[in-house]
């Protein structure tokens, strides 16, 4: 069903998985008890695949991206990024957060380099990357400026090229645009399909936007809240590469009101 | 005793297609970069009336001229004063008591309050202690720095940092603190070592506050220092205001204060420079 996309990785990667989550559980304490976050959640990302994790707030898709980026722990299941357990501090994962967290102090260039100076890449190699990842982001000419001196867009665009400077394969990205306007967070949407379409990194996207992981995505995965479970995993057969004007696209409308269903009915439930 | 920083000096100029602009405005120049003559004309007015209200109290002896001598002979005072080798002696060792307090109070607080910051065990031991302690006078301690340490300039830039060491205590504490939460999770993700973390994270990010806690060390140190001379000292400016004040030189005695409130104005002018310099991203 899945639409061969243009720019798909080599044949040999492209069944190879990048992420896999399998039979996740995650209890948080809490004063007034433990609180299940995630149950028995099983879904995987494919070499050069978008995939978002779609739900309402509670259903633990921040707290799955963090634990596939080793930041937080978790209590049983396997959770495997490239062919490893998760762990932070690799230069294969790279994580970007709601907020742009660019440190004040420092010139957006140096921002970009931050990830740079820790993980002791070659320094001249770096400075060239930042700069064509700048360029790529649409920030050149900013390169010596502060992050005040930049619309919340453009910060997020500057995080963008951080979490990319040490080249990872595997992009986690936790409501990266939820925090921007309307018409920023769209044109940030088609510029992260186009890129992700040239660069052809696996990325998982966690966003509460439905119409917004229909237009970005190649799958679905669609979590329900309290606790966080899979209700459906959606293939996204939109063709690729993806433009703005696909947001209306009859197919994408009806894969829309599909999750939108499926989401629907357990509040009903609970409500019930 | 803080300053806080009174209005946003730095301003974002977006211009058409550009990039923004960012302007460093000079403390007296309004909103368009113009040197603003009201915020030296209206502080010049209030200084000039209350100098001659003072000089108009001791001259029509309102006020005995013995208690409060006119402003004039004041200033005449500190003219000649300042051409004896003894008054520039004194100042000197009052100077150094500060400044030597001041450094040895800031550095040993520092390390305490990152040590406090980064590590639990020693949060939890001391900082409990160092907030009760905070809370005591500590100019309560002079006499007995004197015991201990003598008459000489050692009680005397001891009680110095003593009473300098606790604001900066607090505020480098309170710096570490106040990190931002997504910032650790993001030098986390880096897999970033602790030294790491504090260097290139917890320590800038916290210089805004710690600064804050300096600027009133600087302020405190000076107290410290001429606290420390009136309980007991041979030398300073401390003893100079007191042996003043005995021999009824009450103009001398005005002298040396108005002396005193220039250096504190010049030692406090320069660690707001430097907190300028240093931190120049404050306020955004």
């Given at each position: ?16 998985r990048?992420v ?14 433990p ?73 957006v260039?140096d ?6 100076e820790?993980?002791r ?7 060239n990357?930042?700069?064509e ?18 619309s ?9 090229a951080?979490t990319?400077?040490?080249?990872p394969?595997?992009?986690l ?6 925090a ?10 088609a ?12 990325v ?48 994408a ?6 999750i ?13 | 005793?803080?300053?806080?920083p009174?209005?946003?000096?730095t301003?974002?100029v ?13 403390p ?25 209200l ?27 004063l ?20 001041f450094?040895?109070?800031?550095v040993?607080?520092w390390?305490l309050g ?8 020693f ?7 160092a ?33 300098c060491f ?13 990190i ?8 986390r993700?880096?897999g ?9 994270l917890s320590?800038p990010?916290?210089m805004?506050?710690i ?19 009136f309980?007991?000292?041979s ?10 004040n ?12 108005v ?7 010049v ?6 420079w ?11």
């Open positions: 069903m899945a639409t061969r996309r243009s720019s798909a990785p080599p044949q040999a990667d492209a069944g190879r990048s896999t989550v399998e039979g996740l559980h995650k209890t948080y304490g809490s004063r007034r008890g609180v299940e976050a995630v149950r028995d959640v099983d879904f995987d990302t494919r070499d050069g695949e978008f995939v978002s994790l779609v739900g309402p707030s509670g259903c633990g898709k921040s707290t799955i991206l963090h634990i596939v980026a080793g930041l937080i722990p978790y209590d049983t299941g396997t959770v495997d990024v490239g062919g490893e357990p998760a762990r932070p501090g690799r230069r294969e994962v790279g994580i970007m957060l709601q907020k742009p967290v660019l440190l004040p102090w420092r010139s260039q921002n970009v380099l931050l990830p740079a820790i993980y890449l070659d320094d001249g190699a770096s400075r990357r930042a700069q990842l700048l360029e790529m982001v649409g920030l050149q000419g900013f390169e010596d400026k502060h992050a005040w001196e930049l919340g867009g453009m910060q997020q665009r500057a995080s963008l951080r990319l400077l040490p080249d394969s595997i992009l990205m936790d409501e990266p645009f939820a921007l306007d309307e018409f920023t967070r769209e044109r940030l949407n510029e992260l399909a186009r890129l992700h379409e040239t660069l052809s990194r696996s998982l996207y966690v966003t509460h936007n439905i119409p917004e992981a229909v237009f970005l995505s190649d799958r679905i995965v669609v979590l329900k809240a309290r606790p966080g479970e899979v209700l459906e995993v959606v293939d996204v057969d939109l063709p690729r590469p993806r433009t703005l004007d696909m947001i209306t696209h009859p197919r409308v009806e894969l829309s009101a599909h939108r269903g499926l989401l629907g009915q357990t509040e009903r439930v609970e409500a019930a | 005793m803080t300053a806080e009174t209005a946003e000096r301003e974002t977006p211009s058409m297609g550009g990039p923004p602009e960012r302007r460093l405005a000079s007296l120049t309004d909103r368009s970069g113009r040197f603003d003559w009201s915020l030296v004309l209206w502080p010049a007015l209030a200084l000039l009336l209350l100098g001659a003072w000089e108009a109290l001791s001259r029509f002896e309102i006020v005995d001229p013995i208690i409060l001598p006119p402003l004039t002979e004041v200033v005449v005072s500190l003219v000649s300042s051409q004896e080798g003894f008054f520039w002696r004194n100042t000197w060792i009052t100077l150094y008591e500060t400044l030597l307090g450094v040895i109070g800031v040993a607080a390390v990152t040590l406090i910051g980064i590590f639990r065990p949060r939890l031991a001391i900082y409990p202690l907030v009760a302690f905070q809370n005591t006078p500590r100019v309560a301690l002079a006499p007995l720095f004197l015991t201990w340490f003598g008459f000489g300039l050692t009680s005397k830039y001891v009680m110095a940092a003593t009473i606790f604001p900066v205590l607090i505020a480098v504490v309170v710096g570490l603190e106040t931002d939460h997504d910032a650790r999770t993001l030098m993700s880096f970033a070592k602790r030294w790491e973390t504090y260097r290139k320590l990010s916290s805004p506050i600064f804050a806690g300096v600027k009133q060390a600087m302020t405190l140190a000076l107290i410290g220092a001429i606290v420390a001379e309980v007991g000292a030398e300073g400016m401390g003893v100079m205001i007191k042996t003043f005995f021999q009824l030189e009450v103009a001398d005695g005005f002298a040396v204060i002396a005193l409130m220039i250096i504190g104005l030692l406090y002018g320069i660690v707001e430097l907190d300028r310099k240093i931190v120049f991203w404050r306020g955004h």
